[in-house]
């Protein structure tokens, strides 16, 4: 079993950053692929960036390429995503999860009960 905890969402003005954390319980946090995800009001909820579990692969949506960087600490059991340049289009629920991931394909077991971030235009 793997709990999940988002932090650092918020309200922030357009082009500004913010960078969400996931702190994940347990000692098994290195085997498993982690992804953020998003869900604004009214539409489905999309995957946001993914990275496997020793860091090597990263793929990101295309709607955020070059703005937001997944990364991960194995020693602290935790994930991170940096957003810069935020834009109006990227508020919404945040949600982390952990499971397998390649590339943008991805099996999620365990999520987060999510955070919200809002981009103030």
């Known amino acids: 079993q793997v709990q999940l905890v988002e932090s650092g969402g918020g309200l922030v003005q357009a082009g500004g950053s913010l960078r969400l954390s996931c702190a994940a319980s347990?000692?098994?946090?290195?085997?498993?692929?982690m992804g953020w995800f998003r869900q604004a009001p009214g539409k489905e909820r999309e995957l946001v960036a993914a990275?496997?579990?020793?860091?090597?692969?990263?793929a990101y949506a295309d709607s955020v390429k070059g703005r937001f960087t997944i990364s991960r600490d194995n020693a602290k059991n935790t994930v991170y995503l940096q957003m810069n340049s935020l834009k109006a289009e990227d508020t919404a629920v945040y949600y982390c999860?952990?499971?397998?991931?390649?590339?943008?394909?991805?099996?999620?077991?365990?999520w987060g009960k999510g955070i919200l971030v809002t981009v103030s235009s």
């Open positions: 347990g000692r098994t946090f290195s085997t498993y692929g």
């Open positions: 990275i496997n579990r020793s860091g090597s692969r990263i």
């Open positions: 999860a952990a499971g397998w991931v390649a590339g943008t394909d991805y099996g999620m077991d365990y």
